[in-house]
């Protein structure tokens, strides 16, 4: 039963135009989200979070945006760089869990020239 | 000090054999997290150490695997008598109580 879903095995977006990655997730008690970037032969580095009472929060280029009613949660890249290929992971923290992240499969966002 | 470090990086060890993997977490961390991940899957949890204590392990980690982080520094996960199922790659990360998790590179475990 995968609890933070990400429907998107892999992405592609032109250089300079907007990067959308989506996460679905169905257990309404996760208080805290998290985005890392995963790039080969790494390990995963934390982009940005977001708190359950949070709409949005954003970091430069990079925007996480909750919908706590739809489950659902996104990261706006903008504009995307070559630099920003890597897989993406979409991670939640359950109420208490001492941060036992519940990670979705990732997406890998290809940013062509 | 520059952020978790793994060792090694990649094992290849015969299947019924052991192996020991050693994770050294930044060093004001408190806690340190071991992860699974397997091809085409998010990180999966498997136990969390505070200081040196153990204090939660998941359902995946069989009586196979042992971790220990003897004194609240560094820790070392095992793994008796490997199995192929057990080819993957062991994360680890740490964290200066609830803050974002920095994780090392990995250590890739193919058992052959």
């Known amino acids: 039963d995968q609890q933070v879903k990400q429907n998107s095995p892999s992405l592609s977006v032109q250089e300079g135009r907007i990067s959308i990655l989506n996460c679905d997730y169905t257990n309404s008690m996760f208080d805290y989200f998290l985005w890392y970037k995963k790039y080969p032969a790494e390990g995963p580095t934390f982009l940005i979070s977001i708190s359950s009472i949070k709409d949005k929060n954003e970091d430069g280029r990079f925007t996480v945006f909750l919908n706590k009613s739809a489950k659902h949660l996104s990261l706006h890249i903008v504009p995307s760089q070559p630099g920003d290929s890597a897989v993406y992971f979409c991670?939640?923290?359950?109420?208490?869990?001492?941060?036992?992240?519940?990670w979705g499969a990732g997406t890998k966002l290809i940013i062509k020239p | 000090d520059t952020g978790v470090s793994q060792n090694p990086r990649h094992k290849i060890t015969k299947r019924g054999q052991n192996v020991t993997f050693r994770c050294d977490p930044i060093s004001e961390h408190n806690r340190l997290y071991w992860y699974r991940q397997t091809l085409g899957q998010g990180p999966e949890f498997l136990t969390y150490?505070?200081?040196?204590?153990?204090?939660?392990k998941s359902r995946l980690l069989s009586d196979r695997f042992s971790a220990e982080r003897p004194k609240g520094s560094f820790s070392t996960l095992e793994i008796q008598r490997t199995e192929q199922g057990d080819s993957a790659m062991y994360l680890c990360a740490s964290t200066l109580g609830n803050t974002e998790a920095f994780f090392g590179q990995g250590t890739r475990l193919t058992v052959v």
């Open positions: 150490f505070q200081n040196e204590a153990q204090l939660e």
């Open positions: 991670a939640a923290s359950p109420p208490r869990s001492n941060y036992q992240l519940i």
